[in-house]
C-alpha cells in the first residue's frame, strides 16, 4: 500500500511533499543557473557588475537559500506555507529591486542619475541603511546597458525570473496536499 501512496505523490496535478521537494529543488536549481550566469559574464565576458546588480545577485542567492531549506526541510503543510510566504517576500525584494534596475536602464540619458562611487566604497565609508538607500537611488553605472539578449538586458531578464520563481514557489507551497 505505501507503494501506491508514494505513485499517487508523483500523478500530475498533485502536489504531495515529494513534488513539493522535487519543485523546490528545481527553483532552486533555476536560482543558481542565474548566479552562474552572472559570474560568467563577469569573469568572462568581463561585466563589471553595477550596485543594483549586486543586489540582485544577493536576492537571488537568498531566494536560491530559501528554495534550498524548502527542499531539503520538506516540512508538513504549515511549514511549507511558511516557506512559500518567505520565499514571495524574498521574491518580491528581488522583483523590486530588478524593476528599479529596469526603470533606471529606460531614463533618458539626460534624466539618468550620476555615476557615483562603488558599492565598496559606500560600505567603507556609509552606515549600512545609507549604503542601502544610495544604492536603491541608483547611480550612472546602473543605467547603462552593456549586454543584451534577444534585446533585454540583465535586470529585464531578471526581473521575470523573480516574479515567476515568486509565483511559483508560492503556489507550490501554499497546496492543500501534502
Not at 528554495?67 to 510566504?85: E, I, S, T
Not at 528581488?94 to 528599479?100: D, L
Not at 538586458?153 to 501554499?174: H, K, Q, R, Y
Request: hydrophobic fraction near 45%; charge should be positive; charged fraction near 15%.
Amino acid at each position: 500500500m505505501r507503494d501506491l501512496q508514494v505513485i499517487d505523490d508523483f500523478t500530475p496535478g498533485r502536489f504531495g511533499s515529494s513534488n513539493r521537494r522535487l519543485l523546490n529543488t528545481l527553483f532552486f536549481l533555476a536560482c543558481a543557473g542565474g548566479l552562474g550566469f552572472a559570474w560568467y559574464a563577469q569573469f568572462y565576458l568581463g561585466l563589471e557588475p553595477c550596485p543594483l546588480c549586486i543586489f540582485q545577485r544577493l536576492a537571488l542567492f537568498a531566494l536560491g537559500v530559501a528554495f534550498l531549506l524548502a527542499a531539503v526541510h520538506n516540512p508538513d503543510k504549515r511549514g511549507a506555507r511558511v516557506y512559500g510566504v518567505l520565499i514571495g517576500l524574498v521574491a518580491a525584494i528581488g522583483a523590486g529591486i530588478a524593476g528599479r534596475h529596469v526603470w533606471l536602464q529606460h531614463l533618458p540619458p539626460e534624466q539618468a542619475p550620476r555615476c557615483g562611487p562603488g558599492l565598496d566604497y559606500l560600505l567603507e565609508t556609509l552606515p549600512l541603511s545609507e549604503t542601502i538607500r544610495e544604492v536603491l537611488t541608483g547611480s550612472g553605472e546602473c543605467a547603462k546597458v552593456d549586454w543584451s539578449l534577444l534585446g533585454l538586458s540583465i535586470p529585464e531578464w531578471t526581473l521575470p525570473l523573480f516574479l515567476g520563481l515568486g509565483v511559483l514557489g508560492v503556489f507550490a507551497n501554499w497546496r492543500r496536499r501534502g
